[in-house]
């Protein structure tokens, strides 16, 4: 089993920047990947980017791209999601989740672990 917790949502402004965090713990040795998501009511969970665990290579949604970064700190179990140039559109709430698959790893029905998802609101 693998825990994560979520940190750092909030209420900003369009064209700012906001940091999510991630702190995971159990078996993270099993862990292929980490990644985030996001979802609004009535949707389903959307992908947004992801990182593999041991390698560092991360891949990003069409929609964040040259906007969001995401980083893995092996050491302390912890992963990082840099969102830049924040737009109304990125509202939403954003969970964080971890996979044991290397495969198809951009739908969320492929991660088995889940944190417990922190709001992110972007004014405009």
């Known amino acids: 089993q693998v825990q994560l917790v979520e940190s750092g949502g909030g209420l900003i402004q369009a064209g700012d920047s906001l940091r999510l965090s991630c702190a995971a713990s159990g078996r993270t040795f099993s862990l292929y990947a980490m990644g985030w998501f996001r979802q609004t009511p009535g949707k389903e969970r959307e992908f947004v980017a992801r990182?593999?665990?041991?390698?560092?290579?991360?891949l990003f949604a069409d929609s964040v791209k040259g906007r969001f970064t995401i980083s893995r700190d092996y050491a302390k179990n912890t992963v990082t999601l840099q969102m830049n140039s924040l737009k109304p559109e990125d509202t939403a709430v954003y969970y964080c989740?971890?996979?044991?698959?290397?495969?198809?790893?951009?739908?969320?029905?492929?991660?088995?672990?889940w944190g417990q998802g922190t709001q992110v609101t972007v004014s405009s």
């Open positions: 989740a971890a996979t044991t698959k290397n495969y198809d790893i951009t739908h969320f029905a492929n991660y088995a672990y």
């Open positions: 990182i593999t665990w041991i390698v560092g290579t991360p």
